[in-house]
């Protein structure tokens, strides 16, 4: 048995290998240890309780679903940037299964709003991400947004009908594109 994590980033790969295989409810600090092949004791370096190695679980798995690859992402039009997060999303739940339903359920009240926190940091990253690709989309239409029609008011309004979609199992975001072009295009 190895003795000594070589790092917290190792410890927390193997909670989303877990959570990717048997779901986040099989992340405790036994199975992790099992996993690192470290004794129990060691984990206790890094998170003090199952809570703690909860939560930074779930940070990794939202920042795995959420985090936005810039590269060749500047020249594509706000239409296919939400097709693209659409996509990445979706092919994230395949490989978290029931993440989205099931990670608030797996820590104590107590954390909640920690976890919460979390999954609206994240949030928040693609909205800001999303907004600076619709402000470089050179062929949105001019007069689209207003004061009563802002630019975050759309972008709100598409991320949440994204994670709808997502969550009603739905395969492709065709009709949200189609909404998406015939308001800003």
Known sequence: MNTVVTSKEEILNACREIVSKQGLSAVNMRSVAQKCNVALGSLYNYFPNKDELLLSTIETVWHDIFHMDHSNRDEESFSQ?????????????????????????????????????????????????????????????????????????????????IILLILQDEKDCRTLLEVVARTIY
């Not at 997060?85 to 739940?93: A, G, L, N, R, Y």
């Not at 989205?100 to 920690?114: D, G, V």
């Not at 690709?133 to 239409?141: E, H, I, N, S």
Request: net charge positive; hydrophobic share 35%.
């Open 81 to 161: 940037i939400v097709e693209w997060i659409f996509s990445s999303i979706q092919k994230s739940t395949y490989e978290y299964p029931n993440f989205f339903t099931a990670h608030s359920l797996s820590i104590t009240s107590n954390e909640k709003n920690t976890a919460k926190d979390m999954m609206e940091m994240n949030l928040q990253h693609i909205k800001k991400e999303m907004r600076k690709c619709l402000d470089q989309d050179k062929t949105v239409r001019k007069g689209a947004f207003s004061k009563k029609f802002t630019k975050d008011d759309f972008i709100d309004f598409v991320l949440e009908h």
